[in-house]
């Protein structure tokens, strides 16, 4: 084909910095929404279980939305219709910050909160009353009862989907390309335009995805294997 | 909302299909469709490669798997973009890119479905079948193969779901699809993106919402017909009908 690949132009100079600027925004992209969609996610669960009719309601269509509306529609709802929802302050707030991220950062933990919410909730549900009752007889109180005997057992159910929902959140993250955000997908979209090694180019950003997926991978597998043995 | 509908409506359906390329909802549902059609044959051999009494075809299977399940969608659409052209030689349209994306993305996440549903029957099937003389193939083609596939449904269907939302990405590479065909409404009314992405939004709930709902009353089925087979009493778990975004 006559083709020699050469990825000396991508990992050397101006394209090296590019690719790092794009791996970190894609990385503080990961770990904000991720610790904003946990927080969201356990405050989801507390209403649903809160014996509030109309809040468990909300808890139940805000999950089924979320989980039936495809993630890149959500972000282009937050990008171009949410902005013109606020009131006119909201809006130059916005615009004059860097608010691509910052909008994405929140369709994307929105969205993950109601995964993980379900993903919490099939563990607890998964504990019979019984051990709750179980625990108060012994004479933990409620809180004790929670932390020694109904946690840790819906921590090992509930740990094992919200690793896989972690690495999806981490993947979802290239979604931001499609409003402009300047991390991984972009930044690679950039290079090609820039130096046409298209396939240097995509293999140097899908390695470095691969390579943080995997590291997710294989924290959560030794963390489950680590709370299995914790729960005997 | 509705007077936008009112004007829009066939470009929301089929794009501009008698004077253009069929777009709209109806060519996500026809890309999710092929992507399904073509995926499943692949899902099967992998899912196959995965139980392979041969170590390196197991190994081969379960490394196809992890990669796809650690790229980002994104990632294999342009490689799809970029890749597919040369491997066949010709130039392609969005369409075939999206299908070809799908295909190599969904037949990992399809294949560990029908693992888990080769997993859940007991040893007991493969070894009458193989005890009744049938060799390799006969056994998982007759006997492993139709159980698993029936108790894999619920979880294909949610994957059908995944597929249909992935379709949305189509967008980045502007294939003619329903979200492409919502953001072109957008640009030519500049004013109203909180009514134009409502009825992109609102119409994947609907569709999705009652395939979803679909996949649950049918784990019901399934899971009631298993627990009739099996003897033992002892309930074998729900088939993991986990939706992704």
Same mark, same amino acid.
């Given at each position: ?232 | ?85 040369? *491997? ?5 349209? &969005?369409? @075939?890119? $999206?299908?070809? =994306? #799908? ?6 996440? %399809? ?22 003389? *049938? ?5 998982? &083609?007759? @006997?492993? $193969?139709?159980? =698993? #596939? ?6 294909? %269907? ?88």
């Amino acid at each position: 084909m006559g083709y020699t690949l050469d990825f000396g132009a991508i990992l050397s100079g101006e394209h090296l910095r590019w690719l790092i600027s794009g791996l970190r925004l894609t990385l503080e992209l990961t770990l904000s929404s991720w610790v904003l969609a946990l927080v969201l996610g356990v405050i989801l669960v507390l209403l649903r279980s809160s014996g509030i009719k109309p809040a468990e309601w909300f808890v139940t269509a805000y999950v089924e939305v979320h989980q039936n509306v495809p993630l890149l529609v959500q972000v282009l709802f937050w990008y171009f219709a949410v902005p013109e929802l606020l009131p006119e302050a909201g809006r130059i707030w916005l615009n004059e910050r860097n608010s691509e991220f910052l909008l994405v950062m929140l369709a994307l933990s929105f969205c993950f909160a109601a995964y993980m919410s379900e993903a919490l909730r099939s563990g607890m549900r998964a504990i019979p009353q019984t051990q709750h009752e179980a625990g108060r007889a012994l004479g933990f109180g409620y809180l004790r009862t929670m932390q020694y005997v109904v946690i840790p057992q819906a921590a090992r159910l509930a740990i094992p989907p919200l690793i896989n929902y972690s690495l999806l959140l981490f993947k979802n993250t290239s979604l931001a390309m499609a409003i402009g955000v300047h991390e991984l997908t972009t930044q690679t979209r950039q290079i090609e335009n820039d130096t046409f090694r298209t396939f240097e180019a995509f293999t140097v950003s899908t390695v470095l995805y691969l390579m943080i997926s995997f590291v997710i991978m294989a924290g959560g597998a030794l963390l489950e294997r680590r709370i299995k043995r914790e729960g005997r | 909302m509705l007077d936008i509908l009112r004007e829009y409506w066939l470009l929301f359906l089929v794009g501009q299909y008698p004077n253009g390329p069929l777009g709209g909802l109806v060519a996500t549902l026809l890309v999710a469709i092929c992507g399904l059609g073509l995926a499943l044959p692949c899902a099967m051999a992998i899912a196959l490669g995965r139980i392979s009494p041969y170590m390196p075809v197991r190994i081969a299977a379960a490394f196809v798997v992890h990669t796809v399940r650690g790229t980002p969608f994104l990632m294999v659409i342009f490689w799809s973009y970029f890749g597919l052209p040369i *491997l066949l030689g010709r130039p392609i349209n &969005g369409f @075939v890119t $999206l299908v070809g =994306a #799908l295909v190599l993305y969904e037949s990992a996440y %399809l294949a560990e479905a029908i693992r888990a549903g080769i997993e859940a029957l007991p040893r007991g099937q493969r070894e009458a079948a193989r005890a009744l003389g *049938l060799n390799y193939w006969q056994t998982m &083609g007759l @006997v492993i $193969l139709p159980q =698993a #596939l029936f108790n894999a449904l619920p979880s294909l %269907l949610t994957q059908f779901v995944s597929l249909i939302k992935e379709t949305s990405l189509g967008y980045v590479i502007s294939v003619n699809e329903f979200t492409f065909a919502a953001a072109q409404v957008n640009n030519q009314l500049l004013t109203k993106p909180v009514q134009v992405f409502s009825i992109l939004a609102l119409t994947f709930f609907a569709v999705c919402f009652t395939l979803t709902q679909t996949a649950r009353r049918l784990e019901r089925i399934v899971a009631r017909r298993r627990n009739g087979m099996a003897k033992d009493g002892e309930p074998t778990a729900l088939l993991a009908t986990e939706p992704t975004p």
